[in-house]
């Protein structure tokens, strides 16, 4: 099956910081693939680079087994910094306005994917009034208008509440059995532990690491291996 998303060989220099070298992973269609990596890995830099808000230095990214194009983005979603809304406007107001703009019917955007994402008791409350967690929720219900096959969500349960995490959690998973590609990025072990297919780890802006959970787990310890693995690459860096 063509994967959702594959990456080959990416770099992307930001200023003299060399973010991403020679970055490779794949993402298949309806799974839930978690990026790790320590702060400043180049998880956000990645991400930017695959929905066309950073153009790659070098290396491909191909969406659905085409080379990424301007088109491609009309089958991606995504959040990357946080979900930028507008405090006056309520949750229906942004999903009308962002289907107009996309050319999707605004009636049937604000009836299949509000529900989606549990916000349709308070579609019309100003986002102010908001939670984190409702915002993210918010933010993932715009970000599928057009019915992406590929959403790329950046640390979706950063600063959420237990409940908080745990309505992401099971909603990714529902979008996933739905059959879009969820390609999530965190640096929270237990958070990807509990939603994530495969993953794939990068340090230093490479990729050491790409499989399942417990191919990465050190005797079972999924924190031990990810640890090990860090370590290990950042004493071989001069």
């Known amino acids: ?9 990416l770099s992307k220099k930001l200023g003299r910081n060399q973010a ?19 702060n400043g890995a180049g998880k956000t830099t990645l991400m930017k680079c695959i929905s066309g808000l950073l153009v790659p230095d070098s290396g491909t990214v ?22 930028g809304l507008w405090a006056r406007m309520s949750a ?3 999903v009308r306005a962002h289907a107009k703009l996309r050319g999707v019917s605004p009636d049937l955007a604000v009836g ?8 349709e008791q308070v579609a019309d409350r100003r986002v102010s009034a908001y939670s984190l967690g409702m915002r993210w929720r918010l933010g993932i219900a715009i ?9 790329i969500l950046d640390e979706p349960t950063n600063g959420l509440d237990p409940i908080g995490m745990r309505d992401i959690r099971g909603l990714l998973r529902r979008l996933s059995d739905a059959g879009t590609a969820v390609f999530v990025s965190s640096h929270q072990l237990d958070q990807i532990s ?31 291996g990810f640890f090990s693995l860090v370590e290990q690459t950042s004493s071989g860096v001069r």
Do not use: N, W
Request: charged residues 25%; hydrophobic residues 40%.
């Open 92 to 94: 229906r107001q942004h």
């Open 20 to 38: 991403l070298q020679g970055v490779d992973l794949e993402v298949a269609q309806g799974e839930v693939y978690g990026l790790l990596g320590p």
């Open 62 to 83: 191909e969406v659905a087994g085409r080379p990424f194009t301007r088109d491609s983005l009309r089958g991606i979603g995504a959040l990357v910094d946080g979900p």
């Open 143 to 151: 970000a599928l208008i057009g019915s992406p096959g590929l959403l």
């Open 112 to 119: 299949e994917l509000l529900p989606l994402v549990g916000m």
């Open 194 to 224: 509990r939603t994530c297919d495969r993953v794939g780890v990068l340090v230093h802006g490479r990729t050491r690491y790409e499989g399942p959970l417990d191919g990465l787990a050190r005797d079972g310890d999924l924190e031990s």
């Open 1 to 9: 099956m063509t994967p959702a998303l594959r990456i080959s060989a």
